[in-house]
Each structure stands twice: as structure tokens, then as C-alpha cells.
């Protein structure tokens, strides 16, 4: 098992490193989706009615199933003078685009609202809450796997299959469990930490709304 | 050209030859003759019929021939549809040529016919076209001989090659055949007709359009086991590299493949290509030329062995079901209002200019496949919302219990369950019941619903937990009760339970055949993808939407009765 850890824990890493960019490429696109969405619901002009309904129909998107929508369905297209094909990797980046503008849009609206009201701190948890919903979506980006993106998930079950033995198996997942649970919990307690500095700096009640809390896509 | 030649005959194999090409000579003749005495033409393309058994010219004449032999034989040239990019059966050499074993035996049944081969570079798509049309005299292009394909061509048998479907994965994958398939993923290409027979014995199917595109994702890691006909991966298995790391786990279904002609006026060729067929059979020429090229197979040797028992080497024995091979039938049962289907596709398009083909609808196999599919579907979300709200309660009583032990087991949970992808829990959940020897898609369905509640379940009774906290604080010493602490947290507990049905379809890695797994499996041997993930997406979409309003009503209802909570 130490020998096939070895051999295993590279190239898990460096799959890890594609369910970061997954992650970024997908925040990024949220947000530049999300916050026209946010800006019009804010304004509540003539387009707040429809950029609702958007955000409505985009908190209904099922990622996993929009996935595999665009692998299969979404032909190659042209922006500008490039030629892009719907990869895999790609069609992950998309999926969880749609989650993150609903996300972003969301707690935007909400967030502005709050500045309006003279509460900084709002503003200020909806960037933790930005940061929260990145790792949540490093961790969405595994649905790569069944749609064959290379990321850590796929290495772990590429190597899970040349385990003839259930014990090994379990003992290579446990592990992996283990290595992404150290290093996301860490993370988790340093966004609390700092979401429990903001408070305290900004005398923020602990029972007001938590904004910050994203849930998997 | 040769024909019926063997490399290194010896005396008796040139006796053979000798032998064989006296009798297809001779059959030309018998053919020649009596297609002289049915001719039903009209007077005058009789002459030019006649002129090609006798004395052959070229010329306009020639191509009005309606009878494709006499064409042929007018013309002296033999119009060959081939593949190319198809090694080692059709491809281009470095110096642009066709070469392989496709190619070579168009050169011998050319020969046999004492004509010139030319070959035209034909595809999968519009092989039958161009056969149809008239623009090749006959077809060796990789083709399956099916039931279906009889309708539009005429095929010659004996057939000259069989392949069958083969499952290829790493050598170090151990499956044992197609029922061992169950739970494991297999790349496929869209619209190959075995895609059905994976299915059904419970494999996930992985789709693609190009079967270039399996080995890619073989060699990428995206794939851990390919399905495709072995004669695509015969190339690729002779190299030392590729042979090294791969191999074939089983095979099922075996296509003959035949040469084929067209229906109307290639009778006569089809005759005395047969009569050719069976000689190479015979002599074992055709063997040889697959060994040359690396394809021979046990259904050549066998075939070899067959046409030269007694009761097939004679002429009779062409239309002996003893002695040729069947075709497949690889049709899918229709539903019996499948003609309603096409009624109300074509009134779409009508409508709308859209095109849709509601495969689901069409065939047995796919109403099944949706069905259940659809019941599955079902059953997985209310299992999982259900498991949702149980966790939530559970991990919110734990989490904030007083006995100090429980509260540190609900942590040991909560984290993994916060930091772990669900894919990989589910593959988790897989193992663990592969482990214990269940394979039944209704176990699978409740280790589905138990991770998707533990996973959503721990996150939304962390909310509750700690909204539990805060009424600890603000109504300290007196103890609220937990339902005061869901009242408060509701909006997480919907949110999560939301989270929940988005995330069910993901059950479909572990082998829950729910509807996506179903529609995905329907798209691969229907070869439809854009209603059916269409129809998908708006399933499950709808799904979200309800459970949402549902959980929205349970919220409102909540807040009306808040003072009693709260």
C-alpha cells in the first residue's frame, strides 16, 4: 500500500490542481454572470422580473445533470475568431458557472442591500462567503469524474480499479478522505476565524443572518 | 490478377486454385446464359447485355447495362466501394495507396472476374448510398451483414470476416465477462447497437462519437474500459506498446461481414461472387490473406474448415443454411405505438421546424430503460430528502447534545461528510456494497439514499446545531427544544433538501439506475442525444422546482405556526 502511495499521491495532486482551476475558471464565470443578475434585481428596474426569474431557473440547474447536458447535446461553437469544442473539462467549468452566478447573485443583492443600510460587515461576509463557495466547488468539480475530466477523483478511482482486494480499496479511499478533510476543515476554521474577526471588528450580533454559508451545487 | 492464389502454394493448393477458377469461370457462363434467356429488358439494351457476356467493349452501352455483372463484365473494370483509415483492413500507405485486407480481397474478386478493380473511397455513412445509386459495383467496406441492412443491400455469403464486440481495458483490470460488468463504466461510441446488451447486464455507459476518441480517453485515464468492434482495435493491438498495457477482457455479439451489391440488378454478381467466396474459403486463400495482414481469426479457420467438409463445398451448398452464416438481428423490438411517436415527431417539426426524436418512446428496450428510470428517479429523491431531514434532526440533537461522546462521534462524521466530493463517497458507498456481495439496483438505491442524506443531512443539522446554540444563549437557563432550532434553521434545512435532488442524479456512478443512467444508456444505442438529455435536464429540473415549492410550503406553513417554535 506505502509503495502504491507513492506512486498514487503525485498524481492525485496534481489532479487536485484541475479541480482548483475547474473552481476559479467556474467562480470567475459565476461572477461575471452573476453580478449583471445582482445589479438588475438590485435596481429593481424594468430588467429585476426577468433576472429573478433567471436566478430562479438557475438555482433549479441540477450541475451533474447539466454536465453531461453539454457533453453530449452543446455542439463546438465560435467566440470571436476562436474555435471551442465542449470538452469534458469544459462542460464542468459551465455547469458549475451556472451555480456560482445564482450563488453570486444571490448574495450580491443581498449584500448590497446591507451596505445600503450602513452594515459594511455584510459586504465584507459576502467575500468569505465567495471564498466558501470556491472550495465547495473544488469539491463539485469531482462530478469531472464521471464525465472523464482527469482530476483527483478520477485518479482515485483509476487506482481504486487495480485494487483486486475491497480492503485495499476502502483503505485508498479512507485515505483520500482523510487528506481532503485535513486540508479542507483547515480551510473552513481559517474562513471562520477570519468571518469571527470581522464580526467582533465590526461588533456584528452572532445571530445575524449568516450569508456565508454555501451549500454543494 | 490472381485469384484464389495462396502465397507459397504447394501442388495440391494449385490444383485447387486451378479447379476454383474453372468453376467461377463456368458459372459465368451458366449466369451469362440464362440471364440472356429471362432478359425481360426492352429490345434494344438486350444487344448491349448480350455484348457483355460475349464480346466486352466499353462504351455507352455498357453503362446502361441494368444487370451489374454485364456492366462489369462490358466494361471490364469492377467498381469496388472501400474504407480507407481503417488499418489493417483499408488504409493508405505512406505513398497514398490502399492497402490492407479489404483491399487485397478486392483485387482477388476482381481477378476471379477477370476484371480490373477500381477502388472508391467510401464511408460508414454513404456506403449503402453510393451502392444504391449505382456509383460502386459492390461494397468491402467493414459492414456488418444485419437483418436490416438485407433491406437495402444484397449480401454475399459466404461472408469473408466476422468480428464481435470487444470490451479492452489495462491488463491489470481483471473482468471477467459481460455479466461481471455490472457497476463498472465502459466507454462506447454513440449508436452501436451492442451498447443495448451492455446495458441491460448493468454497465454505465460513458458516450462518444468517435471511436478514435476511446482510445484517447484510454490513454488520457478518462477511460478504464472501452467497448468497440475488435477489428477497429486489431491496429492498435499490433503495436508492441499499446499490447503492453491493454488487452481484451471478453467479446459478445459476432457480425459477419459480408460484400455487398446492389439490390436491384446485382443478383448475378452476387452469384458468382459467392461461388468466388466459397473458393477462397475452400482453398484457404482467404486465411492466408488475413494472416498477412494480422486479422486472421477463428471464424476464418473455422469457415475454412465448414466450406470444405463435403456437405458444403458443393455449389448447392451457397444457399444452405448448414453452411452460411445467418445475419445478425440486431433490431430492437418496436413499441406498438411507435408509429404514434413518428406521427407526433413529424407534427413537431410541422409546428415548430424542430427536429426531435423521442427515441425513449420507440423501442421496448428504451420504455423500459425509462420507466424505470423514471421510478428510480423518484423513489432516490424522496429517499433522500426524507434521509436529509432524519440526518438533520439527528446531526442538530448530536452535534449540540450534552453527553460529551456523542458530540465528538457527530464531528468525526460532519467533517468528512464537509470536506469529501460526493462522487467520491458514492464510489465509497459502491465499494462497501460491492464488498458485501450486493448487486441488486435496489441496494445500490439505498446506499444512494443513505450517502446523500449524511451528506446533506450533517451540513443542514450543522445549521441546526448551531442555531440550537444562539437560542442557548439568548434564553439561557432554560433549555429550548430542537424543533425551535429547525424553525430557525428552516431556511438551510430547504436549502439543503433542494441540495439533495440536485445532487441525486450523481447515484448513477454507483449503479442506480436512475434516469440518467437510464437516458444515457437509451442514447447510446439509439443514437438521439438531443431530446433525450433535453428530456432529461427538464425532468430533473422540474424535480428541483417542486421539491423547492414543496419545501417552500413547509417553510411558510413553519412560519405561521413560529410563535409555537419560537
Known amino acids: 500500500m506505502l509503495e502504491l502511495l507513492v506512486r498514487f499521491l503525485p498524481d492525485f495532486l496534481s489532479g487536485l490542481l484541475v479541480n482548483f482551476q475547474i473552481a476559479i475558471c467556474a467562480l470567475l464565470g459565476g461572477m461575471l454572470l452573476g453580478a449583471p443578475l445582482a445589479a438588475a434585481r438590485f435596481h429593481n428596474g424594468l430588467a429585476a422580473t426577468p433576472a429573478a426569474w433567471l436566478v430562479a431557473l438557475l438555482r433549479t440547474v441540477p450541475t451533474f445533470v447539466v454536465m453531461f447536458f453539454m457533453v453530449n447535446v452543446v455542439p463546438d461553437f465560435q467566440l470571436g475568431q476562436r474555435h471551442f469544442a465542449m470538452t469534458p473539462w469544459l462542460a464542468v467549468v459551465a455547469s458549475l458557472t451556472l451555480y456560482a452566478a445564482a450563488y453570486v447573485s444571490d448574495h450580491a443583492v443581498e449584500a448590497m442591500r446591507q451596505l445600503r443600510s450602513g452594515s459594511p460587515v455584510a459586504a465584507m461576509l459576502f467575500v468569505m462567503g465567495l471564498v466558501r463557495a470556491f472550495f465547495v466547488m473544488v469539491l463539485s468539480s469531482g462530478f469531472g469524474a464521471a464525465v472523464g475530466v482527469v482530476e483527483a477523483t478520477t485518479v482515485t478511482l483509476r487506482t481504486i480499479e487495480t485494487l483486486p482486494k475491497a480492503g485495499d480499496r476502502l483503505l485508498l479511499i479512507g485515505v483520500v478522505i482523510v487528506i481532503f478533510t485535513a486540508c479542507f476543515q483547515l480551510i473552513y476554521h481559517l474562513i471562520n476565524h477570519w468571518r469571527g474577526k470581522l464580526n467582533q471588528r465590526f461588533h456584528r450580533p452572532v445571530q445575524a443572518a449568516r450569508l456565508e454559508g454555501a451549500e454543494q451545487p | ?566
Request: aromatic residues 8%; contains cysteine.
Open chain 2, 1 to 566: 490478377m490472381r485469384m484464389c492464389s495462396v502465397e507459397k502454394s504447394g501442388p495440391a493448393m494449385r490444383a485447387m486454385v486451378a479447379i476454383c477458377r474453372l468453376l467461377v469461370l463456368g458459372s459465368m457462363l451458366l449466369l451469362g446464359f440464362s440471364a440472356a434467356a429471362q432478359d425481360t429488358r426492352p429490345p434494344q439494351q438486350a444487344p448491349a447485355a448480350q455484348a457483355t457476356t460475349t464480346a466486352p467493349t466499353k462504351g455507352k452501352n455498357c453503362d446502361d447495362a441494368v444487370d451489374v455483372l454485364s456492366r462489369v463484365l462490358c466494361t471490364k473494370t469492377l467498381r469496388v466501394g472501400v474504407r480507407t483509415g481503417y488499418p489493417p483492413f483499408a488504409f493508405e500507405d505512406a505513398a497514398g495507396a490502399l492497402q490492407g485486407f479489404e483491399i487485397d480481397l478486392a483485387h482477388q474478386l476482381a481477378g476471379s472476374l477477370g476484371v480490373e478493380p477500381v477502388l472508391v473511397v467510401v464511408t460508414p455513412a454513404n456506403r449503402l448510398a453510393l451502392l444504391g445509386e449505382g456509383r460502386v459495383d459492390l461494397v468491402i467496406a467493414t459492414m456488418g451483414h444485419t437483418l436490416q441492412r438485407d433491406r437495402e443491400a444484397l449480401f454475399v455469403r459466404p461472408h469473408y470476416y466476422q468480428s464481435q464486440t470487444i470490451v479492452l481495458g489495462r491488463k491489470d483490470l481483471q473482468i471477467g465477462g459481460l455479466v461481471k460488468l455490472r457497476g463498472n463504466t465502459v466507454c462506447v461510441t454513440v449508436g452501436n447497437s451492442t451498447n443495448a446488451e451492455l446495458s441491460v447486464n448493468g454497465a454505465r455507459l460513458k458516450l462518444f462519437d468517435k471511436a478514435s476518441s476511446l482510445v484517447d480517453e484510454l490513454r488520457l485515464g478518462g477511460c478504464s474500459l472501452v467497448a468497440q468492434d475488435d477489428s477497429f482495435f486489431a491496429s492498435y493491438l499490433q503495436q508492441p506498446a499499446f499490447a503492453e498495457a491493454y488487452d481484451s477482457k471478453f467479446g459478445f455479439a459476432p457480425l459477419p461481414w459480408g460484400v455487398a451489391v446492389a439490390r436491384d440488378g446485382g443478383e448475378r454478381l452476387a452469384d458468382v461472387l459467392a461461388l468466388s467466396m466459397q473458393q477462397l474459403h475452400i482453398s484457404g486463400a482467404l486465411q492466408a490473406l488475413a494472416k498477412k495482414h494480422g486479422v486472421d481469426s477463428p471464424f476464418l479457420a473455422q469457415q475454412h474448415r465448414l466450406w470444405s467438409s463435403s456437405q458444403c463445398a458443393q455449389i448447392s451448398a451457397l444457399n444452405d443454411p448448414a453452411c452460411v452464416t445467418a445475419p445478425l438481428d440486431n433490431q430492437l423490438q418496436p413499441t406498438s405505438f411507435a408509429p404514434l411517436v413518428d406521427r407526433l415527431e413529424h407534427f413537431i417539426y410541422r409546428a415548430t421546424g424542430t427536429r426531435v426524436t423521442l427515441a425513449m418512446f420507440k423501442t421496448w428496450v428504451a420504455l423500459d430503460l425509462l420507466l424505470e428510470g423514471v421510478w428510480f428517479s423518484l423513489l432516490l429523491v424522496m429517499g433522500a430528502v426524507l434521509a436529509t431531514w432524519g440526518f438533520a434532526l439527528a446531526f442538530g440533537a448530536g452535534l449540540t447534545s450534552q453527553r460529551r461522546w456523542l458530540r465528538v462521534a457527530m464531528r468525526c462524521v460532519l467533517w468528512p461528510m464537509q470536506s469529501t466530493p460526493l462522487i467520491l463517497l458514492m464510489i465509497l458507498a459502491g465499494v462497501v456494497v460491492g464488498a458485501m456481495g450486493a448487486t441488486s439496483p435496489l441496494v445500490a438505491l439505498a446506499a444512494a439514499v443513505l450517502v446523500l442524506g449524511l451528506f446533506n443531512g450533517s451540513n443542514a443539522g450543522q445549521a441546526v446545531a448551531e442555531a440550537m446554540l444562539t437560542l442557548r444563549e439568548e434564553r439561557a437557563p432554560a433549555q429550548p427544544a430542537l424543533s425551535a432550532a429547525v424553525y430557525r434553521a428552516r431556511a438551510q434545512m430547504v436549502a439543503f433538501v433542494v441540495n439533495a435532488t440536485r445532487g441525486s442524479p450523481a447515484a448513477s456512478v454507483m449503479g442506480v439506475p436512475e434516469l440518467l443512467a437510464a437516458l444515457t444508456d437509451v442514447a447510446s444505442f439509439s443514437s438521439e442525444r438531443i431530446t433525450t438529455y433535453t428530456f432529461l435536464l427538464i425532468f430533473y429540473m422540474v424535480l428541483v422546482a417542486v421539491v423547492h415549492k414543496l419545501a417552500n410550503v413547509w417553510q411558510s406553513r413553519l412560519a405561521l405556526s413560529g410563535g409555537a417554535y419560537a
